[in-house]
């Protein structure tokens, strides 16, 4: 049996979660529209900015991805302070 929803798979450690269809809607031509998407489970992260591209994040990879964004940022405010190690 087919079903249809968002599969969404993180792009670090490729776990993935699927987000059912809640009903869908008929267009004319043939087509179909998903009216309504089961909303992802807390603390995935969709669409994540970082360089250059956009990543999926699990809630895992999404934790730890917060805490380097933090210590990256607190060591270069040291280093704009002078108060850095080196």
Known sequence: MTEYGLLVTCDRCHAS????????VELSGGWEAV?????IPD???LSTKVGDR???????CAKEFGKLCTNY????FAFMRGDSKE
């Open 54 to 60: 956009y990543v999926d994040l699990c809630s895992k």
């Open 17 to 24: 979660t699927f987000s059912k269809a809640d009903g869908e």
């Open 35 to 39: 009216r309504k998407i089961t909303p």
């Open 73 to 76: 940022m607190s060591e270069c």
């Open 43 to 45: 603390g995935w992260s």
